[in-house]
Structure formats: C-alpha cells, structure tokens
C-alpha cells in the first residue's frame, strides 16, 4: 500500500511537469505566432487594430463608411447595436445579420489577399504572412431582438439578469450564457458586451433610481457565482469562438442616477468597493486567462469614483480616461495577474454625452484625437468609437480617419507611445488567434452553424420564469389565509396590462410588448374551453394601463354609457374612444372578483403610474376585490403603502411570453413560487444580506477535516482504541467501533464544519464569518473562542492547540446559528505516551473523519459520526486532503500546561491566607504584633508560590491531583498558603533546641509521675 501511494505521488509529479512543459511550449508557440505576425504588420495596420467602430444600417457596399474604414484604414472590428439600425425586420434578421457579418469580414480578407494566390474559402497557412486579421465584430446584450423574428427560427429572447439571479439556480445561468453562445456565434458574433456586472444597491427603491432588470443581484457572491456560469455558458454556446466583455468596471451599482447627461458618481469607501463592487470580477478574473470561466475583456466605467480620484468635481476625469486611477485599479494583485496573462481592456463608447462634456461643457468643440490618446494612454487596448463626431447628425467617419492618421503619425514620432501601441496590438492578435484556433483563415473564420429553433430555447426561458417568480407579500402562511383558491367558475377577472411600443430599429415596425390581452389569452389556453381545467365560464376582461389612466382621469365617465364587448377588441384597434374604453373599464369591474396588473418599470417623463393614481385616487375600486399584482420589471419601484392595498405582490421579472405563462399559472396556484428576491426590497422589508446569512433552524456538525485518500492501517495506532476496520472509517463507512474519544494533551486538531446553507437553503456566500468555541467541562464550562475564520463552498476551518486536559466540546456558530457539539476527553498518562512515541517513530499523526457526501440542500447531520480517528498514513498531502494531528510526545516534558486564571487564583490563596494570618497573630497575641503579622504574610507568601512552582515545573504530584485536571494548580497553591501559615505561627522561641528539649523533657517529667 505505502509503495502505491509512493508511485501515484511519482506519478502525479511527473504529469505535472508535463503539463508545465506543454503549457510553456504552446506558450512559446503563439508568443512566436504574435512576433510572427507583427513583423509584417505596417504602422497604419497597426494602429488600425485598434479601434473597434460602430456604423449605420446594413449597407457594406464599396462606397459605404464602414466599407473603406476597414479596406483602407484596417479598423480591427466593428459593433452591431440596434440604435445604429444594424438589425432590421426588412429581411429574416438572422439571414440579414450573418450575411452582414460574413461581408465585414470579406472586405478584411479580400483587402489584404486582392494579390494573393489564395482561393477564396480555402484554409491557408500564408493569411499571417499576407496580415490578414480576422475582425472583432461585436454587440450588446440585448432582450428585444427576439421580438422582431416573425419567421419560424431567429433569435430567442432572452430573459433579464435579474430573472437569472431570482431563480438562485447557477445552472440555468450556465443555459442562458450557452443559448447567447450559439446564436450569436452563428449569426458571425465574435465579441459580446454580456450582463453587467454590478452589484444592485441595498437602498435602490424610487420611482427614479434603480438599475432594473440588468444586474443579477445584489449579493456580491451571488452575482458573482451567476455572472461566472453565464460566461461559461457563452464560452462553451460558441465553442471559445466568443470573447465575453465585461462593462461597468469596476461597478455601476452604487452610482447616483443623474442626469443622463453626466458622468455618474460613485461616492463609496474604497473598503466598501473592493469588498461588493469589485468581488464579482475578483470571482471572473482569478482563473488563469483563457479559461472557460475567465473573462476576457473589461470595459471601464465612464464615471468618477472617490475611491481612487479623491475629492471629484465637473473637473475629475471619467475613470476610463484617467490613466491614474486605472493604473492603481489593475496594480490590485487579481486584476494585475490578469492583465499580465494577457487580459484585453476595451473603453466605452467615445463620443457619448457625459465624455463629450468633461472635455467641453459647452458642447461647442469636440477634440476627437485628443479624447482617443486619452483613452488609450490610460489604458484601453480597443478604443470603440461611436457618435464619434461633433455633429451626431452627421457621418462619424471624417472624424475617425483624422484619429487614425494622427495615431499613426504618432506612432512614428514617438517611441514610447509606438511600444504602448505594439503591446496592445499584441493582446489583440493573441485574442483572434485564440477566438479561431490560430486558424485565422477566411473559410474558419466564416464558418457557423444553423440556430436552434426558437420553440426550444423558449422552453429553457420557461424554466427561469418559473424558477425566478417570486412571492414577495405577504407571507406563504397569511398568503393561504388571504387567497385559499383560486379563480374558479363564474369569477370575472380584469386584466391591466402595463404595455408599451417600441421597435428594435428606426425603420423597423413598432411591436407592443407584453400585448394586452397576452396574460389573457394564457388563462384562456390553460384553464379555458380546451384548457387543463375546462372551465368556459370564467369573465375575462383586458386593458392596458393606458387604458386605466385615462378611466381614472375621466371624472365625467357615466356608467350608463354603452359599451364594447371585451372579445371584440384586438391590439390593433384604435378606433375606441377614450369615453368609450373608460365605459369598457367601467362595465368589467361592476361585479368584479379579481384585478390582476402586470406592471413594469416606470417610464421616463411620467410623474405617476396608472397603478399610483388609481391607489390614490380610487381606492374604491379595490374593495371587496382579490388585487394581484405582477411586476414585469424590478420589484422594488411600489412603496410600503401601494403594497399594503394588494392582496399579493409577486415578483415576475420578465414581460415575454414565458413569463406571462408563468403568471397564469402562479395566478390560477399551478406553480408555488419562492420567497427570496435577489436584492433588498424596502417595501416589504425585505433584506437579501438577513436572508443569506446562516440559518438557525439548520443542523450542522464541527469535524475534523476530511481524509479522502486511501491510507495503510495496518499500522494504525489509536491513542484509546485500534481496529483494522478503522478501514471503513476511511473509506466513508460508518464504523463506531473504529472511532475514539480520547485524545493526547498538547495536539493540533484541525476542525472543519459541514456545509452551512442560508434560508434559501443554499450555501452561505463565501466569507461568512464563523466562530469555533472550545469549552472545558472539567473547569466548570469555561468557554473561549479559540478561532475566527471565513466560509469557502459553505465550509469553514478552525485550528484547536489542545492544552489543557479533560472533556472538552468544541462548537462553532455563525450568526444565530450553533452546531452540534464535538466531545473528546484530552488524556496525559505513560500509556499513551508510550503510544505516542511509538507512533512517532512510525510517522506523522494524522487526524481523518468518516467522509460524507454533503447534500446540496439541508438534511438533518444528527446521526453523523463526529468521534476522531488517529491514523498513520504516508499518502502524500499533495494528493488528498488530511489534517495533522502533531505529536508533541517530547515537547509535551517542557510544556506550559497552565493559563493567567491558575495565576489569579493563587493571588487570591495569597491575598485570602494572608488576611487569615493577619487576624490569627491577633489572637494568639503575637508580640510584637506588627512584626508578626508581617512574619506571617511573608510565610504565607513563600508557601503558596511554592505550591504553585512546584505544580509548574512538573516536579512528581500524586496521581490523585491529576484526576482533577485544571484545579490542581490551585490546590497546590492553597495547600501551600495554609502550611506556610502554619509554620508562621510558630515563633523562633518555640523552634530553638533549648525550648524544644525543655518542653521534651517536661513531657517526661509528667509521665513518670
């Protein structure tokens, strides 16, 4: 056995080596790769590289801007935003955006291959020789596009960060992060500006500030966990054909709302930034760069941040521009070691408002070429130039051309700023080389896959939706209470709708989203004729907020007024009068049992929601009514007032299809939804931090750590019991007769507690804090506190240094919660230091717990083995996870085995037994009085240090005292006072040989009488 683990240690370290080595080689293969490339690489190529632009519509044709930005000037890549037009509902979107993106990379490839022998789609080895480089061609996270695919494939629509976050369910993040993958890897995507980052606020519920749906949460750990699984998700949809940005650096969620026209604010400690903005992506860049869960490039924030700008005004320059504050960003140790393995940095869009107004308020110049060097010098590898001129209304390209040609002159004429170019240059070809494989050949480059249907995907959506819905008041308890059913036969149910237009582009057909009569329509599909529950009799009626505005504003609506029927309307018909719908809304709530609302965010420019006025203004209308609200949006806009009059209030996060089936079947009580949002809700007094920490009612245990190799113990030595089928101790097998209780005085046990879990019933986030208590039961219960340490996966680590003897129960606690106790006796005697020292000659002491598989969510531990097993074991630390109990056998002679309240209570033996004699010499009448009692005291004293020495030296005691563990210090100190006392109150007199032979023979004289 000890020769196998001896072989798989040798084994281990030879494939590490190999790893090492191959890792080096293929290092030094694309370092030769980059060099190889660069050499042919003109200066006007180079610079090129680095700006990624953004461009109008669809047309590429030869005359077109972004056509000769990428022939003539070689820009390393181009951005598809649907604000710029580049998605259109004129053709099949998916048709029209790969064929867009298959074009944007022809006109690279041809420009640099128009004299090449190369024949277009065939793989070449000369496309690095000939400087072709593939484009970056990117785009933004966006939930609309789905909407504007009538076909019967395109893109799905994907839900909000936040609905990911709601669901707690890293899983279905990981299947988000794969379906954005694959679609737009296959539409030709490249470079995608994913979910934010940030870390939602505790305090972000008003009608104007929030963040929405666009963060995943507002617990640093948990976004961190979701934002990571969503990148991995990407990085494996797109087979590593897609590098995954990061925007916001290093947070958004704190900054003040302003203006829309400003740079925003974030006024937070440096201590609060590291420890909740900055952890999400401490959790994405820790891993070494390029893997599958590391992300690949980071855009900073345009905003100002005290933390690293100091005291900020109109005058302090957004973050990304200020070379000084990036450079004390990426100087903290993950970020560095990121950036030193290659991580590429990418700025925001240049010619944005709050950019445009740092450098003029007025808004009367525009120093692009200026604005750029800023941008770059500070740090940006890519620089993504949109709105990239003064004029906005005009054509960006004269402006980007002048940049670049400055930039290339630049480049010739000043050394330093031509390295800072070169490097950057090189992070951008690693990347591409990385994106393709180093097979950046035009056909490799080009090449796709067909997307999966949209019927599929949409049934993955559906999976969140009914994850992610949320209960959000009341409680479950007063919920059943409040709403026992329901709807049910003969119940008329009104519908209010919060819907609203857009369209994806400026040419693209306005779509109403969510359609009014959609949540109807479920309940029809569902529970109608036809449905699960045939039920043809239920009253529906469907109207949108709009609607219910104009119905709570016109005071002079008569309820005589005739009316349509509510299955004639249509989402298209506008040919209802106001009076007419208010007469609609009029009729349906007559007789009304439910009011369901579908409420969204609040819309800017509007000072008061149709839901706000009709609170306000007609609480009449909610009486003796069941009002269930739906927020389609962020929970956290409705105030504790609003929320007070709703029967229930459910958080639904989305507005698409899936979720409005959700909502159906929430309403109808088919799905039993959760009750932890992902952020803190004020209105319901929520708090997300109270709700992820430690849950009290859960049982957890304190072990020693884990043994999960094998180990030989044959040679096993228990320090109290020994068995060969200690065996299946190790093996994870309970075994009670293969345990011990005892353990030897002067030990280092290291302690690990079983996964704690919060009242999700998930782990708690890493670095929670937990104590270790060790209480000594032979001391009367004295309780210390002997280790303070932070959660990793749920599991936390303590260290106990056993020196005191006796029982002792270790427990640990976190919050409110306390586990189980661990008892063990701590033993000194010559048997088990005969044990000790044997063992001691054999190896080292290792302490290993019967291993448990730990459960994902909380079952009870109470019947877990919690007793110490001692064995000898030579598998390597290297190779499994083990605890060391040391043995301290000969250190244990020289050991301090007594602690300041063994010191304390002799002070007290002397301070007491010296009062004793202080009154003892009074009546005696010891004279001279002062003298004696002074004689006294000093006896007193010299007798109960001694006892207390003798005890401290480890000179021999009877084995009586030991049986008394921690007193014996004190007895000793205390018998000590009182012989002293004794001695002292005979005087010299009585001890000289003249008064003892007179008293001796005194004593003869009266017994020969």
């Keep these: 056995m000890k020769l196998n683990c001896k072989l798989l240690t040798k084994s281990v370290g030879i494939l590490t080596i190999i790893v090492c080595i191959s890792r080096g080689v293929g290092a030094a293969s694309n370092r030769t790769q980059i060099q190889d490339i660069m050499a042919v690489l003109t200066p006007e190529q180079k610079v090129g590289q680095l700006f990624l632009v953004g461009f109008d519509g669809i047309d590429i044709s030869n005359e077109t801007s972004i056509h000769k930005l990428i022939y003539d000037y070689r820009v390393g890549g181009a951005m598809l935003m649907a604000e710029n037009d580049n998605f259109t509902d004129k053709d099949d979107m998916v048709l029209s955006t790969s064929k867009l993106t298959k074009g944007l990379q022809r006109i690279a490839w041809q420009k640099v291959n128009q004299e090449s022998q190369e024949a277009i789609g065939m793989p070449s080895t000369g496309n690095s020789s000939s400087g072709y480089l593939p484009l970056l061609i990117g785009t933004k996270y966006n939930q609309n596009l789905g909407e504007n695919i009538d076909t019967g494939g395109g893109f799905t629509r994907m839900p909000g960060p936040m609905a990911v976050g709601a669901t707690w369910d890293t899983n279905l993040a990981l299947s988000m992060g794969e379906i954005a993958g694959s679609e737009l890897s296959a539409l030709g995507i490249n470079l995608y500006v994913g979910p934010r980052l940030d870390v939602a606020g505790s305090r972000v519920g008003t009608s104007t500030g929030g963040t929405g749906l666009d963060t995943f949460g507002g617990n640093p750990y ?13 990085h494996r949809g797109s087979s590593g054909r897609i590098a995954f940005v990061g925007e916001s650096f290093p947070g958004l969620g704190g900054a003040d709302s302003g203006s829309g026209m400003d740079v925003p604010v974030v006024n937070k400690p440096l201590q609060e930034l590291v420890a909740i903005d900055l952890a999400p992506y401490r959790t994405v860049t820790r891993l070494p760069y390029g893997s599958e869960e590391t992300i690949d490039v980071l855009m900073p924030a345009q905003a100002r941040y005290s933390a690293w700008q100091g005291s900020l005004s109109i005058d302090t320059r957004p973050f990304g521009l200020d070379s000084g504050a990036m450079a004390e960003l990426f100087n903290m140790q993950e970020f560095y070691d990121w950036r ?53 209304s005009e054509d960006q390209f004269a402006t980007v051309v002048s940049t670049i040609e400055l930039f290339v002159r630049k480049y010739r004429e000043d050394t330093a700023f031509a390295e800072r170019v070169d490097s950057a240059v090189e992070r951008i070809i690693a990347i591409k080389l990385r994106l393709y494989d180093k097979d950046m050949s035009i056909i490799n480059v080009t090449e796709g896959s067909l997307l999966f249907g949209v019927e599929m995907e949409e049934g993955k959506v559906f999976q969140v939706a009914q994850k992610a819905v949320t209960l959000l008041s009341p409680s479950k308890a007063e919920f059943v209470s409040r709403v026992p059913r329901g709807p049910s ?57 709009a609607d219910l505005t104009k119905y709570v504003a016109d005071v002079n609506i008569s309820s005589d007024e005739s009316s349509l029927a509510n299955s004639d309307r249509t989402n298209s018909d506008d040919s209802l009068s106001d009076s007419q719908i208010s007469s609609e809304i009029e009729s349906a709530l007559v007789g009304s049992d439910w009011l369901v609302f579908a409420v969204g965010e609040p819309e800017k420019g509007v000072d008061r929601s149709a839901l706000d006025l009709l609170l306000t203004e007609r609480p009449d209308l909610l009486s003796d009514k069941k009002v269930i609200v739906f927020a389609t949006g962020a929970p956290y806009y409705l105030d504790a007032t609003a929320v007070s009059q709703f029967t229930a209030y459910y958080g639904l996060y989305g507005d698409s299809s899936p979720f409005i089936e959700v909502a159906a079947r929430v309403l109808f009580q088919e799905i039993v939804p959760h009750e932890a949002p992902p952020i803190s809700i004020d209105a319901v007094s929520y708090d997300l931090q109270a709700n992820l920490s430690p849950d009290p009612a859960q049982t957890f245990v304190v072990v020693p750590i884990v043994d999960i190799g094998e180990a030989d113990i044959a040679d096993n030595a228990l320090v109290n019991n020994s068995s060969d089928e200690s065996a299946d101790s190790i093996s994870g097998l309970p075994t009670p007769d293969a345990v011990v209780k005892e353990i030897m005085q002067g030990s280092t046990v290291n302690l690990q507690t079983s996964k704690l879990v919060d009242h999700n019933l998930k782990n708690v986030p890493d670095g929670t804090i937990v104590e270790f208590d060790a209480s000594y039961l032979a001391e009367g219960g004295i309780t210390e506190t002997f280790a303070v340490a932070k959660t990793v996966a749920g599991v936390a680590n303590g260290t106990l240094v056993v020196d005191r003897m006796g029982l002792v129960e270790i427990r640990a606690r976190s919050g409110d919660a306390i586990s189980e ?83 304390m209570s002799a002070i007290l033996a002397m301070i007491v037994i010296s009062a004793i004699g202080w009154s003892v010499a009074s009546m005696r009448g010891m004279a001279p009085l002062l003298k004696s009692r002074v004689r006294l005291i000093l006896f007193v004293t010299v007798g109960v240090w001694t006892g207390y020495d003798y005890y401290a030296l480890k000179l021999p005691v009877p084995e009586l005292l030991l049986n008394f563990v921690g007193l014996a210090p004190a007895l000793l100190a205390w018998a000590g006072g009182f012989v002293g006392l004794l001695f002292g109150t005979i005087t010299p007199g009585e001890l000289s040989f003249d008064s003892i032979r007179s008293r001796m023979l005194g004593s003869k004289r009266g017994d020969d009488s």
């Excluded at 948990?222 to 990407?234: D, L, P, T």
């Excluded at 010619?351 to 940006?380: C, M, S």
């Excluded at 044990?835 to 969510?857: F, N, Q, R």
Aim: net charge negative; charged share 25%; glycine share 6%.
């Design 222 to 234: 948990w976004v961190g966990k979701m934002i990571r699984s969503f990148i991995v998700g990407v």
């Design 821 to 903: 106790a661990l008892q063990f006796d701590v033993l000194l005697g010559s048997d088990n230091l005969a044990d000790a020292d044997a063992l001691k000659s054999e190896g080292t002491l290792e302490v290993a717990i019967l291993e448990t598989a730990s459960p994902t969510e909380a079952k009870s531990t109470s019947n877990i083995l919690t007793e110490v097993v001692v064995v000898n074991t030579a598998v390597p630390d290297s190779v499994r996870e083990v605890i060391t109990v040391i043995d301290n056998s000969d250190a244990l002679e020289g050991s301090v085995h007594i602690d300041p309240r063994d010191l």
């Design 340 to 392: 030193e393995q290659g991580g590429l940095i990418m700025s925001s869009a240049l010619g944005r408002e709050g950019v445009r107004r740092f450098y003029d308020p007025t808004d009367k110049t525009f120093p692009a070429f200026e604005i750029a060097r800023d941008a770059f010098l500070a740090g940006n590898d890519i620089l993504f130039l949109d709105d990239f001129v003064f004029d906005r």
């Design 489 to 545: 036969a003969l119940d008329r149910i009104v519908i209010f709708t919060d819907s609203r237009t857009f369209s994806t582009c400026s040419i693209c057909k306005e779509q109403v989203r969510p359609p009014v009569q959609s949540l109807e329509k479920a309940i029809e599909r569902l529970y109608g004729f036809g449905g699960i529950s045939q039920n043809s009799t239920l009253e529906l009626f469907s109207f949108s907020l």
